[in-house]
């Protein structure tokens, strides 16, 4: 399974962007489930939301009500709407699926295939 994210870049405060993560494989999306992470600078890795084959969906927290994920299994892609962003939101952000993990797994060492990232600036 190979993941390639894309629509990272900058935006001011406030500002909207959709990413997109295209699988090389299309059951995936039937199979595993997906989800998105981020990387700031010296800090570990962190969930921030996730889907499930069912299209189940969990939130981190920090980004409920502002970010919203969804997939289309049609054309192999997983996508994270953006919105109302903020400096803190600055960060690399990941593409990632796995066939085992619970929908509200946010530990990162759990899940088995990954994006190359795509970085997303905020100010």
């Known amino acids: 399974v190979q993941l390639v994210e894309s629509g990272g870049g900058s935006v001011p405060v406030g500002g909207s962007l959709r990413l997109s993560c295209v699988s090389s494989v299309g059951y995936v999306f039937s199979s595993h489930c997906m989800g998105w992470f981020l990387q700031a600078p010296g800090k570990e890795r962190e969930g921030v939301a996730n889907?499930?084959?069912?299209?189940?969906?969990a939130y981190a927290d920090t980004v409920k009500g502002r970010f919203t994920i969804s997939k289309d299994s049609a054309k192999n892609t997983l996508y994270l709407q953006m919105s109302s962003l903020r400096p803190e939101d600055t960060a690399t952000y990941y593409c990632?699926?796995?066939?085992?993990?619970?929908?509200?797994?946010?530990?990162?060492?759990?899940?088995?295939?990954w994006g190359q990232g795509t970085q997303v600036t905020v100010s």
């Open positions: 889907i499930g084959t069912d299209g189940g969906t």
């Open positions: 990632a699926a796995d066939k085992f993990v619970h929908l509200r797994n946010w530990s990162s060492g759990s899940w088995a295939f």
